[in-house]
């Protein structure tokens, strides 16, 4: 079994920062890649960033240039740095992260979601 637990998100006004933290814990052979979505009340699920095993990022559209991506290998653990929030950026983020936990199986595992308010 694997978990995601994320932790970090909160209330900030427009234009304010905030990190989020995704540590994965449990039966981990490989990390395959770690990332970050969010849903906004009647929206959609969809991509903010991802990483995967040789570091390569990915973002949605509306998060370049102000969301950073970055991981810390030895814990196991993904990172956003969001700069410079907009009110759109509201929404609950999900940590998803993708293993091997051992040299055949694979496993996806999502996080409980932790809550970003920005206001104007």
């Known amino acids: 079994q694997v978990q995601a637990v994320e932790s970090g998100g909160g209330s900030v006004q427009a234009g304010g920062s905030l990190r989020l933290s995704c540590a994965a814990s449990?039966?981990?052979?490989?990390?395959?890649?770690m990332g970050w979505y969010r849903q906004a009340p009647g929206k959609q699920r969809e991509l903010v960033a991802s990483i995967i095993a040789d570091s390569s990022t990915k973002y949605g559209d509306s998060v370049k240039g102000r969301f950073t991506i970055s991981r810390d290998r030895a814990k196991s653990t993904v990172y956003l740095q969001m700069n410079s929030l907009k009110p759109e950026d509201t929404a609950v983020y999900y940590c998803?992260?993708?293993?091997?936990?051992?040299?055949?199986?694979?496993?996806?595992?999502w996080g409980q979601g932790t809550q970003v308010t920005v206001s104007s």
């Open positions: 449990g039966t981990i052979f490989r990390i395959n890649g």
């Open positions: 998803n992260v993708n293993v091997d936990t051992g040299t055949t199986t694979r496993f996806n595992a």
